[in-house]
C-alpha cells in the first residue's frame, strides 16, 4: 500500500510537471497555432539558467528570475525567427524550426554545462519530509504542487479578467475578427509566446529541484506533454492541466504494478482516448477536424 | 525529354555507384543507407506531400519495419526474404490499424497524435528488453544469402547495395503508378482542397486512412533493409528525432516532387555523415541547417531550380 501511495505521489509530481509544459504548449497552440518543439528548450534554459543564478540570488530569486529569462528568450526568438513565418499556412514550417531549435538548445547545453547531470540546491526548509511514514511526501514537492496550482489560477484569472487576457481569448477564436477590431495582433502572439515559455522555464526550475539538471530533459517531457494536451482535449487549458495530473499519476500507479510498462501506458491511454472521445475529455467538437 | 534524360542520368548513377562512390572516398554502404531513406522518405511524402496529412511520427513505422526484420532472422527463420515480407507486414499493419485514430484530423492535431502514436512503440522497443534488446538495441541476427534453388545470391556489400537498389527501383514503380492512377489524383485533390472533395461526395478520411497506410507499408519496408544493412537496430531508429529528419529531407529535396526526397536524402545523409566527423556540437549545425531551410528554402532545392517540380 505504500509502495503503491509512493509511486502514485512521484507519479503527480511527475504530472505537475507535464501539466506546466502542457499548459505552455497549449497556449502557444492555440493564439500562435504552433506546436513548439522547442518547449522543452525553453524549460532547459529556464532550469540552468536558475542554476547558474542560484549561488547569487539565491533559491528564491532564481525561482523567479529563471522563468523570466526564458520567457524573455521566448521573446527574441518568436520576434526573430518565428514571426517572419506566420503568414505561411503549412504548420509544416513552424513544426521544423522549433524542431531545429530543440537540437540547437539541447546541443549548446551540453556544450556550456556539460553533459553530467548537475543538482540544484534547495532550502532545508523547505525539503525536510512533512511526516516520518511518509517520507516522500517532502515540503519541496507540496511547494512544487502548490505554485504549480497558484500559477495556473493566476493565468486562468488573467485570461478571465484582464483587457489582454479578453484579446487572447478572442485571438485564439477569431484572429482576423480580433485584428480588424483594432488589436495589434502581432503584440498579442508575442506576449502569448512568452508567457508560454514563462510556464516553461517555471516547470524547468521547480523539476530541476526534484529531478536534477540534463540537458535532454527538456524534450523528454514534451512527449508526454502533447498526450496531455489530446487526452485533456486541444482548445482547453483545463484539459491540458488535468491530462497532465492524469497521466502522471496513471505512470505512477503502472510502476507500482508493472514498471516495464510505466511510459507506455500513457500512449495507450491516448489511444483509448482518441478511439472513444477523439476530442479528448474538454475538447471543443469540430477543432482541427 | 529533359526529365527523362535526367532520370536516365540518375539511374546510371546509381548502378555505377559501387564503382564511383569508393573512388571519391566514400563507402558503398553510405549509398545503400541513401537509398534506404530514399523509400523511407519518398514513402511519407505519399502522406506529407501528396494528400496534406503532416505525418511527423514515421520513424515508428520505419523502426517497426527494421524491429520486424532483425526479429524474423533471429528468432523465426535465416531468411532474407521472409525478413522483408514480415517487417513491411508488421509495420503496415501499424499504420492500417492506426489510420483511423488520425485520418479525421488536420493540420497541427494530425501532426501531434501522429509524433505522439509514434512514441508508444519507441517505449515498447525500450522496455521489452529480454526480447528487443531495450535501449542497447537488437542485435544477434545477420542478413542470409538469398538461394534461387542452386544460385546463391551472398549479399556482400556491394550484392546487398543491388539488392536495396531493386528494392527502390520496385518502390518507386509502385508510388509512380500510384500516385498516376486516380487514387494517386484524389490524394493530390485532398490535398489542394479538401473541403471541395468533401462536397464532391468523397469520403476523403477514407483516402486519407488509404495514403496513411500506404505511406506507413513503404516506410516499414524501408526499414526492413536498414535493419538488414547494419544487421542491427535500436530504438533510435523509431524516435521522433528520426521522423523529424525524415520531414526535414523531404522539405530539403521539395515536397511537391516525386523524386524530392531523394535529393534531400542525399544532401542531408552526406552533411550529417560529414558533420559528426568533424565536430562534436553537429547537433547544433543540423539544428542551424533545420532554421536556414524553413526560413530561407522553404521549397526545397527543386523548388528553387524548377518552378515546374511544384505542378507533378
Not at chain 2, 534488446?133 to 542452386?150: K, M, T, V
Not at chain 2, 524516435?239 to 529535396?253: A, C, K, Q, R
Request: glycine share 12%.
Amino acid at each position: 500500500m505504500q509502495l503503491l501511495l509512493f509511486n502514485a505521489f512521484n507519479g503527480l509530481i511527475q504530472g505537475v510537471f507535464y501539466a506546466l509544459m502542457a499548459l505552455g504548449l497549449a497556449l502557444i497552440l492555440s493564439l500562435n497555432s504552433v506546436i513548439n518543439m522547442a518547449h522543452g528548450g525553453f524549460l532547459v534554459i529556464g532550469a540552468y539558467l536558475a542554476y547558474t543564478l542560484s549561488p547569487y540570488l539565491g533559491f528564491w530569486g532564481a525561482l523567479i528570475v529563471g522563468p523570466i529569462l526564458a520567457a524573455g528568450i521566448g521573446l527574441v526568438v518568436e520576434r526573430v525567427l518565428i514571426r517572419p513565418i506566420y503568414k505561411r499556412t503549412d504548420p509544416i514550417y513552424s513544426l521544423l524550426l522549433t524542431f531545429g531549435l530543440a537540437l540547437i538548445i539541447e546541443d549548446l547545453t551540453r556544450t556550456i554545462w556539460g553533459a553530467q547531470g548537475l543538482p540544484l540546491e534547495v532550502p532545508d526548509i523547505i525539503n525536510s519530509p512533512v511526516s516520518e511514514e511518509y517520507f516522500f511526501v517532502t515540503g519541496y514537492r507540496l511547494f512544487v504542487m502548490g505554485i504549480t496550482a497558484a500559477a495556473a489560477i493566476g493565468l486562468y484569472l488573467l485570461l478571465r479578467y484582464t483587457l489582454l487576457g479578453i484579446r487572447i481569448r478572442a485571438g485564439t477564436r477569431d484572429l482576423e475578427t480580433t485584428s480588424a477590431l483594432g488589436v495589434n495582433i502581432y503584440k498579442l502572439r508575442a506576449l502569448n509566446f512568452g508567457f508560454g515559455c514563462l510556464f516553461a522555464g517555471l516547470a524547468g526550475v521547480l523539476a530541476a529541484g526534484v529531478l536534477g539538471l540534463t540537458p535532454p530533459m527538456g524534450n523528454s517531457l514534451i512527449m508526454p506533454s502533447f498526450v496531455a494536451i489530446i487526452i485533456g482535449g486541444v482548445g482547453s487549458l483545463f484539459g491540458a492541466v488535468l491530462g497532465g495530473l492524469i497521466i502522471g499519476l496513471a505512470a505512477g500507479i503502472a510502476t507500482t504494478y508493472y514498471p516495464a510498462a510505466s511510459e507506455a501506458v500513457i500512449y495507450l491511454m491516448m489511444l483509448i482516448v482518441l478511439v472513444v472521445r477523439p476530442r479528448g475529455l474538454f475538447g471543443e467538437e469540430g477543432l482541427f477536424e | 525529354m529533359t526529365r527523362i534524360a535526367s532520370i536516365a542520368v540518375m539511374w546510371i548513377a546509381l548502378i555505377a555507384l559501387p564503382w564511383w562512390l569508393p573512388m571519391i572516398g566514400s563507402y558503398t554502404a553510405l549509398g545503400s543507407k541513401v537509398l534506404i531513406y530514399a523509400i523511407a522518405t519518398m514513402g511519407l511524402n505519399i502522406i506529407l506531400g501528396f494528400t496534406g496529412g503532416l505525418s511527423f511520427g514515421q520513424a515508428a513505422y520505419f523502426g517497426l519495419g527494421a524491429y520486424g526484420a532483425g526479429m524474423t532472422l533471429k528468432y523465426l527463420a535465416p531468411s532474407t526474404p521472409l525478413a522483408i515480407l514480415i517487417g513491411t507486414a508488421v509495420g503496415g499493419a501499424a499504420a492500417t490499424l492506426l489510420g483511423p485514430l488520425v485520418m479525421r484530423r488536420r493540420g497541427i492535431y494530425f501532426a501531434m497524435i501522429t509524433i505522439a502514436i509514434g512514441q508508444l512503440f519507441y517505449f515498447i522497443m525500450v522496455r521489452w528488453n529480454e526480447v528487443t534488446g531495450g535501449e542497447d538495441g537488437l542485435a544477434g541476427f545477420s542478413r542470409q544469402d538469398i538461394h534461387f534453388g542452386p544460385i546463391i545470391y551472398r549479399l556482400t556489400e556491394t550484392n546487398f547495395y543491388y539488392l536495396v537498389l531493386l528494392g527502390f527501383t520496385a518502390a518507386v514503380a509502385i508510388m509512380w503508378t500510384i500516385l498516376q492512377s486516380p487514387l494517386g489524383h484524389t490524394f493530390v485533390a485532398i490535398r489542394e482542397n479538401r473541403r471541395r472533395i468533401e462536397f464532391l461526395g468523397i469520403r476523403v478520411e477514407r483516402y486519407v486512412w488509404a495514403a496513411f497506410a500506404i505511406a506507413g507499408t513503404i516506410t516499414a519496408f524501408a526499414g526492413t533493409l536498414n535493419a538488414l544493412l547494419f544487421n542491427f537496430t535500436s530504438p533510435q531508429d523509431l524516435h521522433w528525432i528520426l521522423s523529424g529528419n525524415f520531414v526535414i529531407m523531404i522539405v530539403l529535396g521539395g515536397m511537391r516532387s516525386f523524386f524530392g526526397p531523394l535529393i534531400g536524402v542525399i544532401i542531408f545523409v552526406v552533411a550529417q555523415d560529414y558533420l559528426s566527423s568533424v565536430t562534436g556540437n553537429w547537433m547544433t549545425f543540423i539544428g542551424m541547417i533545420f532554421v536556414l531551410i524553413v526560413l530561407l528554402f522553404p521549397r526545397g532545392v527543386l523548388g528553387i531550380f524548377n518552378r515546374r517540380a511544384e505542378a507533378v
